[in-house]
């Protein structure tokens, strides 16, 4: 079954499908009105994401660890977490918010 990459007006849905109808079926079946801006038959049936893409490059840092110590230091709360790892990464409030928000939904 070949893989879809299916953009609408707020997401980017991956999905297996067996044609172009079922990916657009599915796509408005979960978002329901948002547009479809464009659909996209992946060439393989994996999907890469580049980890420069994310801000995650090989500097030898682990923004994983440290926002998870961060997060166990701030007894799960995350604004203080924010802080935390905003002091001691010297990362800015976006990058920040992201590294901690992106650790509690994989429930670190």
Same mark, same amino acid.
């Given at each position: 079954?070949?893989?879809?990459?299916?953009?609408?007006?707020?997401?980017?849905?991956?999905?297996?499908?067996?044609?172009?109808?079922?990916?657009?079926?599915?796509?408005?079946?979960?978002?329901?009105?948002?547009?479809? $801006?464009?659909?996209?038959?992946?060439?393989?049936?994996?999907? $890469?994401?580049?980890?420069? $893409?994310?801000? $995650?490059?090989?500097?030898?840092?682990?923004?994983?660890?440290?926002?998870?110590?961060?997060?166990?230091?701030?007894?799960?709360?995350?604004?203080?977490?924010?802080?935390?790892?905003?002091?001691?990464?010297?990362?800015?409030?976006?990058?920040?918010?992201?590294?901690?928000?992106?650790?509690?939904?994989?429930?670190?």
């Amino acid at each position: 079954m070949p893989l879809f990459e299916v953009e609408t007006d707020s997401h980017i849905i991956i999905t297996w499908a067996n044609d172009e109808q079922n990916a657009t079926s599915h796509a408005e079946e979960c978002y329901p009105g948002e547009s479809i $801006v464009r659909l996209t038959k992946r060439p393989r049936d994996s999907w $890469v994401i580049s980890k420069g $893409v994310l801000g $995650v490059t090989n500097s030898g840092d682990d923004p994983c660890g440290q926002a998870r110590d961060c997060l166990s230091k701030a007894s799960g709360d995350k604004v203080h977490a924010i802080r935390l790892y905003m002091h001691e990464t010297g990362k800015d409030l976006e990058q920040s918010r992201k590294a901690i928000e992106s650790n509690m939904l994989i429930g670190w």
